[in-house]
C-alpha cells in the first residue's frame, strides 16, 4: 500500500490554505474559477515554468531544473539550475496532488502539495504548494498547464465507473450506501488487475488496526469482508473491478467514492490486509488485519493475517519500536520488509555498480546503527529528518564526473512496527545535458 505513495515513492503529506487567483497565463477575460480541478498526468507540466518560492521548469520525460536564489528561503538554495527529475501523483479528484522532485547533485528530494487550484481561459494559473507544512502562492509564469477535464456527478452510484470515464468522476465522492455495486474507476497510473488468488478468496473477520490522524474509521472496528475473484463485499454492499497501482501486483484496490480498500497477500498467498485510505492512496488512514489470528472461515488454506505481527507478510518479530527525541527509532531497532516492485528511470537503464541490488520477493532487514543510521545488505545511510509520518535517511557520495544520491523512506506507525519502505538510488551524470538514472524500490 506504500508503494502508491511513495512512487510515489515517497510517499505524502500536508496541510491545507486558500486559493489565489493568478492572472497572465490563461488568457482573455474569463472570470477565474478557483478550486478547479489541476493536472491529470505529469506529462502536463511539460514546457511549464512555475514560480513556488523556487523556480521549476519541467522538460519532457519527467525531467526539470530548479533554481531558488532567494535568502532565507525554507527550499534548499540553488544559486544557478541544477537538473532533477519528478514524478506528479494526482488525487483522484484532481483538486490536489503530490509533486516529488529528486535533486541528486545536492543529494534532495522535495515532497510537495499542490492544491487549490485556479484557472483561466482553461488552463492552470496557480495554486497552493505546501512544503513542510507551509503554504506558499504559486504561479504558472509560461508554458500552457492544461487541466483535467473532469464531468459529471459526484457520488459513484451503481454498476458502472464513475462519469468521469477512465478516472475517477468528477468532484468530492462519498461512500456508497448499503445493497449498492460498485465499480472501480480506473485512473491512469493503474490497470485493471487479474483475478484475486483463491488462496485469497473467502470471508474474513477483521479489525481497524494502525489508526492515522484524519481516519474515518475508529480504532478497534470490527468489520465481515468476503473477498471473490473481482470483488470485495463488506456492509450489504458489492465492489467490484480491482485495480493495481504503478503496476504493483501485491495489491488489488477497489474504490467506493471518498475510500479506497487495498487487499494485499502475503508471501504464502494468503490474505495479509486491507488497507484504507482516501481513493488516490494519499492519504492512508490504517488497515484492517486478523487480530485473532484465525484467518478466513471460507478456504482452509488462508491463514492469512494472523500470521503477520507488522505491517505486512514479512515482518514478524519486528516487534513495537521506540523513537528518539529526534523522530528517529532508537538503535538497535530491527524490521524486515519483503520488495514489491522495482522502477527504473530512463526504462531500460542498467544500474551502477555502488546501486544495492534487490529482487523481487526478497526479504531485506533493515537495523537502525548505534549512530541512528538505517542499515542493510552492507549499506549505512544516515538519519537525516523526521517528516510527519515518515524517517527518511540520506547518503550522497561524489565520483568521478557524477553524483550518486541514496534516499530510504520508511512509514512510521507510531508506537508500532515500521510499516513501509521506499528507496530510492539516483545517478546524476554531470555533462550537458545532465544525465540521471533512478533506480526505486517499493518494500511492503
Known sequence: MF?????????????????????????????????????????????VTVNINPTLSFLNNGQLTYLNSAAGSAFPAAASAIAGTYTYTPAADYLSGTLVVNLPGIGQVLN???????????????????????????????????????????TNTGGGSSSGGSSSGGGTTTPTTPGTTVTTPVAANEALAPDIPTT???TYNLTFDYVQTGSP???????????????????????????????????????????????????????????????????????????????????GSNTGSGSSTGSGGSTSGNGTASFASNGNFVAGTSFTHKVLSMTIEPAGSSAPSTFPALAIDESVTFTIGSDGSLQFKGNSYPFKAREGNFNLYQLTVAGAGYNDNFIATVALQPGDAPARVVLSFGRVTISLPPVITTYTYALD
Open 3 to 47: 508503494t502508491k505513495r511513495i512512487y510515489s515513492s515517497f510517499r505524502t503529506i500536508l496541510p491545507l490554505a486558500a486559493a489565489l487567483f493568478f492572472a497572465g497565463c490563461g488568457g482573455g477575460d474569463e472570470s477565474p474559477v478557483n478550486n478547479a480541478p489541476g493536472p491529470a498526468v505529469y506529462t502536463a507540466f511539460a514546457g
Open 200 to 202: 485469497m478468496q473467502g
Open 112 to 154: 510537495m502539495t499542490f492544491q487549490s487550484f485556479t484557472t483561466q481561459g482553461g488552463n492552470v494559473t496557480g495554486f497552493t504548494t505546501v512544503y513542510n507544512g507551509q503554504s506558499y502562492n504559486s504561479n504558472v509564469t509560461s508554458g500552457t498547464l492544461t487541466p483535467a477535464a473532469v464531468t459529471g456527478s459526484t
Open 217 to 299: 474509521i475508529a480504532a478497534g472496528t470490527q468489520k465481515t469482508f468476503v473477498i471473490g475473484a473481482k470483488t470485495l463485499a463488506f456492509d450489504n454492499k458489492t465492489l467490484t473491478g480491482p485495480v493495481h497501482r504503478n503496476q504493483n501486483p501485491y495489491e488489488w484496490i477497489f474504490k467506493d467514492g471518498d475510500l479506497e480498500y487495498q487487499v494485499s497477500i502475503t508471501n504464502a498467498g494468503g490474505l495479509n490486509e486491507i488497507n484504507v485510505g482516501k481513493t488516490g492512496g494519499t492519504p492512508w488512514y490504517g488497515q484492517y488485519r486478523n487480530l485473532s489470528g484465525s484467518g478466513s472461515s471460507g478456504s
